[in-house]
């Protein structure tokens, strides 16, 4: 019952798939469940990709498959119950953005398949056991968001080489955020910068995040991969480019809202993935055997 799949992929890992449903009890019209840890404005070109993945593989939104959708608009305190109502439609899969809402999806069902479109870092906030074994009921795509968090420094000391000060807007209700910034903490003595940490447990935290970092004058900012910061990327955006503040981001979205730049991952093109694992989990008759499988993909940056 616990096939293995492991592809590798730069800036995307795809998870092993486990735990996959059973076709017994499959609908005549499969329910998707959509679990967002954002909000629906904030990832709709994502929705789009998601979306036309379907319907690259032949399904109809509304007749050949129905779609569930529900979003927590950046509260990640509303996820247990959103997942919850999903659980009670009875949906075959849980499709999931951010890691934030795979954890409340994975807390409330051991046995409807979770499809994580985007996670930051699956195995160090505890969503799988490992990559090669990770047990439970996810699978999905990973974006990496430990991993490339360093990176984000270091391009931001190439533009700002003066700068001594890095603030971090920091989101302790995302497992991932904290590993992020242990990541960052770990570059920052060789590129001489000293990080300024500032807690945002949601939008109301923001005006105070952005009084202490200019007080502190910050001589740059580094935005974490975080659902929460990008419902709000607009507002982020406009406050750097108001106090003169270089900043670098997680995704190209962040720059279209007005940022300077950008280095992350093509978040349409995971969510246009995550359909293909949709499609392969509704067609399995019984549990496959997986192999290992690797290919490469670069990250993306925009400036």
Same mark, same amino acid.
């Given at each position: 019952?616990?096939?293995?799949?492991?592809?590798?992929?730069?800036?995307?890992?795809?998870?092993?798939?486990?735990?996959?449903?059973?076709?017994?009890?499959?609908?005549?019209?499969?329910?998707?469940?959509?679990?967002?840890?954002?909000?629906?404005?904030?990832? !709709?070109?994502?929705? %789009? #990709?998601?979306?036309? *993945? +379907?319907?690259?593989?032949?399904?109809?939104? $509304?007749?050949? @498959?129905?779609?569930?959708?529900?979003?927590?608009?950046?509260?990640?305190?509303?996820?247990?119950?959103?997942?919850?109502?999903?659980?009670?439609?009875?949906?075959?899969?849980?499709?999931?953005?951010?890691?934030?809402?795979?954890?409340?999806?994975?807390?409330?069902?051991?046995?409807?398949?979770?499809?994580? !479109?985007?996670?930051? %870092? #699956?195995?160090?906030? *505890? +969503?799988?056991?490992?990559?090669?074994?990770? $047990?439970?009921? @996810?699978?999905?795509?990973?974006?990496?968001?430990?991993?490339?968090?360093?990176?984000?420094?270091?391009?931001?000391?190439?533009?700002?080489?003066?700068?001594?000060?890095?603030?971090?807007?920091?989101?302790?209700?995302?497992?991932?955020?904290?590993?992020?910034?242990?990541?960052?903490?770990?570059?920052?003595? !060789?590129?001489?910068?000293?990080?300024?940490?500032?807690?945002?447990?949601?939008?109301?935290?923001?005006?105070?995040?952005?009084?202490?970092?200019?007080?502190?004058?910050?001589?740059?900012?580094?935005?974490?991969?975080?659902?929460?910061?990008?419902?709000?990327?607009?507002?982020?955006?406009?406050?750097?480019?108001?106090?003169?503040?270089?900043?670098?981001?997680?995704?190209?979205?962040?720059?279209?809202?007005?940022?300077?730049?950008?280095?992350?991952?093509?978040?349409?093109?995971?969510?246009?993935?995550?359909?293909?694992?949709?499609?392969?989990?509704?067609?399995?008759?019984?549990?496959?055997?997986?192999?290992?499988?690797?290919?490469?993909?670069?990250?993306?940056?925009?400036?």
């Amino acid at each position: 019952m616990k096939p293995k799949i492991l592809v590798y992929a730069l800036p995307a890992l795809v998870l092993a798939a486990i735990h996959l449903a059973h076709a017994q009890q499959a609908k005549k019209v499969p329910q998707i469940g959509f679990l967002g840890a954002a909000s629906a404005t904030s990832q !709709a070109s994502r929705l %789009d #990709a998601f979306r036309q *993945g +379907l319907r690259d593989l032949g399904y109809v939104e $509304g007749k050949s @498959i129905i779609i569930e959708y529900r979003d927590a608009e950046g509260k990640f305190e509303r996820l247990p119950k959103l997942a919850a109502e999903l659980v009670g439609l009875k949906v075959d899969i849980i499709v999931t953005q951010g890691s934030p809402a795979a954890e409340a999806a994975k807390k409330t069902t051991s046995t409807i398949p979770i499809v994580m !479109a985007t996670g930051g %870092d #699956a195995v160090g906030s *505890g +969503l799988v056991a490992s990559l090669a074994r990770p $047990g439970g009921n @996810i699978t999905g795509l990973s974006t990496l968001a430990t991993d490339l968090a360093a990176k984000r420094l270091e391009l931001l000391k190439e533009v700002v080489p003066k700068a001594s000060l890095v603030a971090i807007p920091l989101n302790p209700a995302n497992a991932t955020n904290p590993l992020q910034l242990k990541e960052i903490k770990a570059a920052a003595p !060789a590129l001489g910068v000293i990080l300024l940490s500032v807690e945002v447990k949601g939008a109301d935290d923001l005006e105070t995040a952005f009084t202490v970092i200019r007080k502190n004058r910050a001589g740059g900012i580094i935005v974490l991969s975080d659902p929460m910061f990008g419902t709000h990327r607009r507002r982020i955006a406009e406050f750097t480019v108001k106090s003169r503040l270089l900043a670098i981001y997680p995704g190209p979205e962040f720059v279209d809202a007005g940022g300077l730049m950008s280095y992350g991952n093509n978040f349409d093109d995971l969510f246009r993935r995550a359909a293909t694992y949709v499609d392969k989990i509704l067609k399995v008759p019984s549990p496959p055997t997986f192999r290992w499988s690797s290919r490469k993909s670069s990250s993306s940056s925009s400036i």
